[in-house]
């Protein structure tokens, strides 16, 4: 079946330190969503990046379609940025819904 | 907006009993969708809907209903809950038509005991 795998699976870092998530799938992949899991369990839409590349603030993300990967890049990271930060994909432009990933739980220490 | 909103935010069920679980959006999406998330894991589709009156099951369809009378709309049920539902269950929506971003609701937290 389609896989999504992320990496690494724990990350704890210190506050303001830079850090990149990696999200692997095996299939084409026509929609691709990055989102944060937050300590209440909300799920925050960050990117919807199919492909190219996206800033938000201290946030960016890059999909290199052909090669099957993103990344997403969180730069001088604040203690607000813990969670689990999940990758999720559909491959096609019809109703297909999303494959998740297992995540990725970063924890920033003060 | 509101987006899309899920009630109850909590719920204590009994082996053996049923509920329903809201979703409802104000975007006039056609596309809408629940998932459920177990501890420690990412999300996994239990059905879906193209728009009122058309459903279809995703991954993880057992033990669940959907019915999908509006577009606003897509409620699903529990018939006769089991432990193994045990879960925190999310509904998304998105419009139709090429690629588009999945919208999430806060989610249910459910617990069968």
């Known amino acids: 079946g389609i896989q999504v795998e992320q990496s690494p699976p724990d990350l704890i870092l210190q506050e303001g330190a830079n850090s990149t998530l990696r999200c692997n799938f095996s299939d084409s992949v026509n929609n691709l969503q990055w989102f944060h899991q937050n300590p209440w369990g909300q799920l925050i839409n960050l990117f919807y990046i199919p492909s190219g590349t996206k800033q938000n603030g201290r946030l960016s993300a890059t999909t290199v379609a052909t090669e099957r990967y993103s990344l997403l890049y969180i730069s001088s990271s604040q203690t607000t940025d813990s969670g689990v930060y999940f990758c999720?994909?559909?491959?096609?432009?019809?109703?297909?819904?999303?494959?998740f990933g297992k995540g990725t739980h970063l924890i920033i220490q003060p | 907006n509101a987006g899309v909103t899920q009630t109850p935010k909590f719920r204590i069920l009994k082996i053996g009993q049923s509920m329903t679980l809201q979703c409802t959006q104000d975007?006039?999406?056609?596309?809408m969708y629940w998932y459920r998330q177990d501890p420690g894991m990412g999300l996994k589709l239990i059905y879906y809907s193209v728009g009122a009156g058309i459903t279809d099951k995703g991954e993880v369809p057992n033990g669940y209903n959907v019915s999908r009378s509006t577009t606003e709309d897509f409620p699903l049920r529990l018939e006769l809950a089991a432990p193994s539902q045990t879960s925190v269950y999310f509904c998304?929506?998105?419009?139709?038509?090429?690629?588009?971003?999945?919208?999430f609701g806060d989610g249910t937290r459910l617990s069968i005991l």
């Open positions: 975007m006039n999406h056609n596309y």
């Open positions: 999720a994909r559909s491959p096609g432009g019809g109703a297909d819904g999303l494959t």
């Open positions: 998304a929506s998105r419009q139709q038509g090429g690629a588009q971003p999945q919208h």
